[in-house]
């Protein structure tokens, strides 16, 4: 369920705001299992476009409350991981504690990791988090610069053609037969959605999350991309399997509808 206001500017300062304000109740609702769309499609579906990360030196670019990045310490990759809101590293921190894996965390923007010396990092990972920044490019660029020659650079976020600010539903929203409208593609606004995951057990009791959103089109994320220098390697749309949608009846809108996630691979030469 989300809410979307419009508005002319956001500034880094005033993401890490948003992101502060959502950090306690986001860390314990990811921390309960409450957001489905990563638990059950999205998180299998990009760690395996991730693939074997053991051994390697790993940064994690928007990293958050850490839920992501101790996936891959436990894997064996050595994990550092980055998020521009205080209080989302505050309780990864936390976690760490609790639980040491070898993670190091910094309170930084990825536009801005200058913290790191060149060539830094074997890879660079980042979940759902490139789309919700100001500056695309520049952080696309710090990626770069903080990558090892032949380092890999892996993230995901929203299908940019399809959840556009026009994105909607008509239909039952349940059904496989449900349809998906979209519209104002071009429109490159940054806005402010309001929204909780939609799985909760009893969701209008809860509040609503205040998430930062800059829109940009394919054409946006892959130029910059070959621009900044990076080859691409690989693009992934997935799909929720029939034997998910069985077990998670909320995903049959988006079986063979649309893509909801996109994923990128490339690397630095």
């Known amino acids: ?13 005033e993401v890490a705001r948003h992101w502060d304000s959502n950090a306690d109740l986001w860390t314990e609702h ?4 409450w957001d489905a769309y990563r638990e059950y499609w999205n998180n299998p579906a990009f760690l395996k476009f991730i693939g074997d990360l053991s051994g390697k030196k790993v940064l994690d670019a928007g ?4 839920y992501n990045t101790r996936i891959l310490a436990h894997q064996g990759a050595k994990m550092t991981g980055i998020d521009i809101s205080r209080k989302m590293i505050s309780h990864a921190r936390q976690a760490e504690k609790k639980e040491p894996l ?5 309170i930084t923007s990825y536009s801005d990791i200058s913290i790191f010396t060149d060539n830094s990092f074997d890879a660079v990972v980042s979940f759902m988090a490139l789309m919700d920044g100001t500056d695309y490019k520049g952080a696309l660029k710090e990626i770069y610069r903080v990558l090892r020659p032949h380092g890999k650079l892996y993230f995901s976020i929203n299908h940019p053609c399809f959840m556009t600010p026009g994105f909607g539903w008509l239909g039952e929203k349940d059904s496989p037969d449900v349809k998906l ?10 806005s402010v959605e309001r929204w909780h995951f939609s799985q909760l057990p009893d969701p209008e009791s809860v509040p609503f999350f205040s998430v930062p959103r800059f829109d940009r089109t394919l054409s946006d994320y892959l130029n910059t991309l070959i621009e900044t220098g990076f080859i ?10 029939s034997e998910t949608c069985k077990k998670h009846p909320f995903l049959n809108k988006w079986k063979s509808t649309a893509a909801l996630f996109m994923y990128i691979h490339a690397i630095k030469p």
């Open 181 to 190: 409208t979209v519209s104002g593609y071009f429109k490159r606004k940054a």
């Open 102 to 106: 070898g993670i190091h965390y910094e």
């Open 232 to 241: 691409l390697k690989k693009i992934g749309e997935p799909e929720p399997t």
């Open 1 to 13: 369920m989300s809410t979307h206001k419009s508005i002319n500017q956001i500034t880094d300062m």
């Open 63 to 66: 990293c958050g409350e850490g």
């Open 30 to 33: 990811v921390r309960k299992g």
